[in-house]
């Protein structure tokens, strides 16, 4: 039996130092943003994380500029392409606004309506402009 | 491929148990257009345990499908929406290329109805974006694996059980407690004689005998089953069915497997009845040999009567005596004949000549009500066969058909060309010349016409019962066949084959000669017979004609009296079958010491009884038990003369 104890206190102190050494993401939590999940999603692998971070840093501007493109040349299917895209970009990140305004803007391209698009558009652009800080704190965690 | 990325990596998994041989060299393909989607995947493939996998990704569909050209991926994993293709169509294009990989799909939308559509139309699984962490992509990727190979082997077994089902010579039902058809192959819908559309939601009672449920059982209470039923087809035919049935396959459904056996059945009956007449044929064989000796004994005694007779009255009743040994000899024949036992002087012949030869005969035969024709084909092949018995057959024949039309009617002869492609029970694939005897008469049931060949089996008041047999029994011995097809009150027809004898000239068939009458002769003779009576008898006649006859009751004392013999022996006379020393022994003996001796063998068998007995022997120098002495001085009269012009 001392033994087992001896096991149990061991498995304890590693799972204890295994805490103590994660990083904190609490105060990112919100409405918009998971950054529990996300870091779960990633098998708490930082390495992992900043790669992704540095993939949506280049990648999510191109995004946006394709969604832009869509609107103002009044494409219906390439603004539903683009917002698909987009989505399932910042659904990797559990970014629940972004991804539920990308959806809106999908919708609106899959049923044909570029028009009065403009709103989301700009609600998308501030949801990726609050995502990118917020991964950016994230990634600045345990350098 | 200026997209694709290639990554393999080893890794250790300490959450998700996975078996070596599952994940050994999993070759995964990422077809994603997303550089955030595809870089998570790839980093979370290539994290992590023990099992090497490699990782290719692509971006667009086309590129996906010049991949799978070349490669055969475990697992695809798939975003429907890329930038050359949307929707369903990536789906269906990719499937369509790698048959053999599972289909794990990734979609953005959280959509179940969409999921399970996926699914439905052949993917594996369906993960929403965002969804999922290393350990449930994983454990996906690996369930997907699985499922495709379990799924992959219920097609393979399903297409092997509908590859049998569809190609099986029996015929398989699958039908529900009720006895309806759910399901049919061709083969059982051929078997029932109706299209497989009709007989699905039908009951296979429908198509049976009444009874036939009793034969069949409960399904419910039988859980198998094995037996045989009559089919009752709708063109009036009947089928017998060996059936098996396996009940519950599937709750409620039961299988049964039906084989039609009729021709089977058919052949089995004409085996044993071919059996029963083999044995029949060899009794009366035996008996008729054993009948023979005792006649020629009592023919031979009344020859030598009526040769030393007194006066008139004693030399009539001698004449009567040999007439009806004469007549006797004459059934023994018959029974030979259908033993198969009959001495045969083969020649090569043309049926229709025999027939015409024998018309005349025919035409005596028939009562003034009988209207009698014959149909012979041209260039008809030639047989091998003893004239002699075609005319007992076609005369036998005739005789038959005129018994059964007492009241009169049509005769028909047909001569034709047969070429029997089945494999029948007697009647092997080949060219035939078949000679039909049809009459209109009371015909026979089916019972009779299974009897008919028997000896002594007959119908009529007085009949001896061997005229068919003896049809039989030369048909048999000659190589040929004969069948019989009747119907009660509508008249009967009996056909008898004939192989026909390839490269043969018709015009080289010439006329049998006729033997010499002339009996009386100077030579010596040894003479040998086991057979006293007969001995004494045949001794006595032939010297009676002249000839020094020289006398042994066996081999061994026939060997004796040849060797003591100062002077020429011209003939050997000798029986086959003697106790000491055989007919074999002894001829080879007598040819060794006097080579210039000639033989003649007689028996109560057959020359093949001759040559079974490794007796080289020409067939003119064999003559069969019972003969009149004057036969016999024929034949020994024939042999020397030959002999004579010879040397």
């Given at each position: 039996?001392d033994?087992?104890?001896?096991k ?16 904190k993401?609490?105060?990112l ?5 998971d ?10 692998d ?11 840093a280049e ?5 946006l500029?394709?969604?832009?493109e ?11 392409k683009?917002?698909h895209?987009m989505?399932g ?7 629940r606004?972004?991804?539920a305004?990308?959806?809106?803007l999908?919708e ?9 698009a ?7 652009k501030?949801e ?7 991964l950016?704190?994230m990634?600045?965690e345990?350098? | ?38 870089k998570l995947i790839t ?8 099992a090497?996998?490699k990782?290719?990704?692509?971006t667009?569909l ?6 799978l050209?070349?490669d ?5 994993l ?9 929707g369903?169509?990536?789906?269906y294009?990719?499937q369509?290329?790698?048959a053999?990989?599972?289909i794990l799909?990734l979609?953005g939308?959280d959509d ?6 996926t699914v439905r139309?052949?993917?594996q ?15 996906s990727i690996r369930y997907a694996?699985e ?6 082997a ?5 297409a092997?059980?509908?590859a049998?089902f569809?190609?099986s010579?029996?015929g398989i ?5 009720t ?6 192959n061709v083969?059982?819908?051929a078997?029932?004689?109706?299209p497989r559309?009709?007989?699905?939601g039908?009951?296979?009672?429908d198509?049976?005998?009444?009874g036939?449920?009793d034969?069949w059982g409960?399904?419910s209470?039988?859980q198998?089953g094995?037996?045989?039923?009559w089919?009752q087809?709708?063109?009036g ?7 098996c ?5 599937l709750p ?12 089977q059945q ?23 040999h054993d009948f023979n000796n005792?006649?020629?004994i009592i ?7 009526q040769l030393?007779a007194p006066n ?6 001698a004449?009567r005596?040999i007439s ?6 004459s059934?023994?024949r ?8 009959q001495?045969m002087s083969l020649?090569l ?12 005969m ?6 003034a009500?009988?209207q009698i024709?014959v149909?012979a ?6 047989v091998r ?9 076609i005369m036998?024949?005739a005789t038959?058909a005129?018994?059964?039309?007492p009241?009169?009617?049509?005769l ?12 029948l ?6 060219e035939y010349v ?7 008469g ?8 299974s009897?008919?060949?028997?000896p002594f089996f007959?119908?009529k008041k007085?009949?001896?019962g061997?005229?068919?047999s003896?049809?039989y029994?030369?048909m048999?011995q ?5 069948t019989?097809q009747?119907t009660p009150?509508q008249g009967?027809?009996?056909s008898?084959f ?7 000239d018709t015009?080289?068939v ?10 009386a ?6 003479l ?5 009576d007969l001995?004494n ?5 032939l010297?009676?004609?002249g000839?020094k006859v ?23 006379i ?7 020393l055989?007919?074999r022994g ?7 010491t006097?080579p210039g001796?000639?033989?003649?063998l ?5 020359d093949d ?5 490794g007796i080289s022997?020409d067939p003119?120098c064999f003559?069969?038990?019972p003969?009149?002495?004057q036969?016999?001085g024929?034949k020994?009269?024939?042999i ?8």
């Amino acid at each position: 039996m001392d033994t087992e104890k001896q096991k149990i206190s061991g498995m304890n102190q590693e799972i204890i130092a295994g805490i103590l050494q994660s990083p904190k993401f609490d105060y990112l939590k919100s409405e918009r943003f998971d950054p529990e999940s996300l870091w779960d999603r990633v098998d708490s692998d930082m390495g992992l994380l900043r790669e992704l971070i540095e993939v949506f840093a280049e990648e999510g501007p191109k995004m946006l500029a394709r969604i832009d493109e869509a609107i103002s040349h009044g494409s219906a299917l390439e603004l539903e392409k683009a917002s698909h895209k987009m989505k399932g970009s910042v659904l990797q990140f559990s970014a629940r606004k972004a991804a539920a305004v990308a959806a809106e803007l999908e919708e609106k391209g899959r049923a044909g309506i570029v028009a009065g698009a403009e709103p989301l558009q700009a609600q998308l652009k501030q949801e990726i402009n609050l995502l990118q800080n917020s991964l950016n704190l994230m990634a600045a965690e345990v350098r | 491929m200026p997209n694709a990325q290639s990554c393999g990596v080893d890794f250790k998994m300490s959450t998700l148990v996975m078996d070596a041989r599952q994940t050994a060299l999993l070759q995964v393909l990422l077809v994603e257009d997303n550089p955030v989607d595809a870089k998570l995947i790839t980093g979370l493939l290539l994290r992590g345990p023990s099992a090497m996998l490699k990782c290719r990704h692509v971006t667009q569909l086309a590129e996906a499908l010049h991949q799978l050209e070349h490669d055969a991926p475990d697992v695809v994993l798939l975003d429907l929406n890329l930038e050359d293709s949307a929707g369903y169509p990536t789906f269906y294009r990719v499937q369509q290329a790698a048959a053999k990989a599972a289909i794990l799909v990734l979609s953005g939308s959280d959509d179940e109805e969409l999921a399970i559509r996926t699914v439905r139309e052949g993917a594996q699984d369906y993960l929403v974006k965002g969804s999922f962490d290393g350990r449930l992509l994983l454990r996906s990727i690996r369930y997907a694996i699985e499922r495709k190979r379990s799924q992959e082997a219920l097609r393979q077994s399903q297409a092997t059980v509908r590859a049998i089902f569809e190609n099986s010579l029996d015929g398989i039902v699958i039908f529900e407690g009720t006895g309806l058809c759910m399901e049919a192959n061709v083969a059982a819908a051929a078997l029932v004689g109706v299209p497989r559309e009709e007989l699905i939601g039908s009951r296979l009672s429908d198509f049976c005998d009444k009874g036939f449920e009793d034969v069949w059982g409960d399904p419910s209470v039988n859980q198998n089953g094995r037996g045989q039923f009559w089919l009752q087809l709708k063109n009036g035919a009947r089928r017998m069915v060996d059936y098996c049935f396996r009940a519950n396959i599937l709750p409620g459904q039961h299988l049964a497997v039906l084989r039609d056996i009729t021709e089977q059945q058919d052949l089995e009956e004409q085996l044993r009845q071919s059996q029963k007449m083999e044995a029949v044929g060899r009794l009366a064989g035996g008996v008729a040999h054993d009948f023979n000796n005792i006649l020629g004994i009592i023919s031979g005694h009344a020859e030598l009567l009526q040769l030393s007779a007194p006066n008139a009255v004693d030399r009539t009743r001698a004449e009567r005596i040999i007439s009806a040994t004469e007549k006797a000899a004459s059934l023994t024949r018959q029974l030979l004949a259908f033993g198969r036992k009959q001495v045969m002087s083969l020649k090569l012949l043309n049926l229709s000549t025999i027939v015409d030869g024998i018309r005349s005969m025919v035409d005596c035969l028939m009562s003034a009500e009988v209207q009698i024709s014959v149909h012979a084909g041209k260039n008809l092949g030639l047989v091998r066969a003893d004239q002699s018995q075609l005319e007992q057959v076609i005369m036998n024949l005739a005789t038959n058909a005129r018994q059964a039309m007492p009241e009169g009617g049509n005769l028909t002869i047909t001569i034709e060309e047969f070429h029997s492609s089945k494999d029948l029970a007697d009647l092997p694939p080949g060219e035939y010349v078949r000679l039909s005897v049809s009459d209109t008469g009371v015909g026979m049931t089916e019972e009779v016409q299974s009897r008919v060949f028997e000896p002594f089996f007959t119908t009529k008041k007085m009949g001896s019962g061997l005229g068919l047999s003896t049809v039989y029994g030369i048909m048999k011995q000659s190589g040929g066949y004969v069948t019989v097809q009747s119907t009660p009150e509508q008249g009967s027809t009996f056909s008898v084959f004939l192989p026909v004898v390839s490269g043969t000239d018709t015009s080289a068939v010439s006329a049998e000669p006729r033997h010499s009458t002339r009996v009386a002769g100077n030579e010596t003779i040894l003479l040998v017979d086991n057979e006293e009576d007969l001995r004494n008898a045949a001794s006595e006649y032939l010297q009676g004609c002249g000839y020094k006859v020289l006398v042994a009751g066996d081999g061994k004392e026939a060997v004796e009296v040849s060797d003591q013999h100062q002077g020429t022996i011209s003939l050997l006379i000798s029986d086959i079958m003697m106790p000491k020393l055989s007919g074999r022994g002894l001829i080879e003996h007598v040819r060794k010491t006097r080579p210039g001796t000639g033989v003649l063998l007689i028996s109560g068998y057959t020359d093949d009884a001759v040559s079974n007995h490794g007796i080289s022997l020409d067939p003119s120098c064999f003559l069969q038990k019972p003969f009149t002495f004057q036969i016999l001085g024929a034949k020994i009269r024939g042999i020397l003369d030959e002999a004579a012009i010879g040397s």
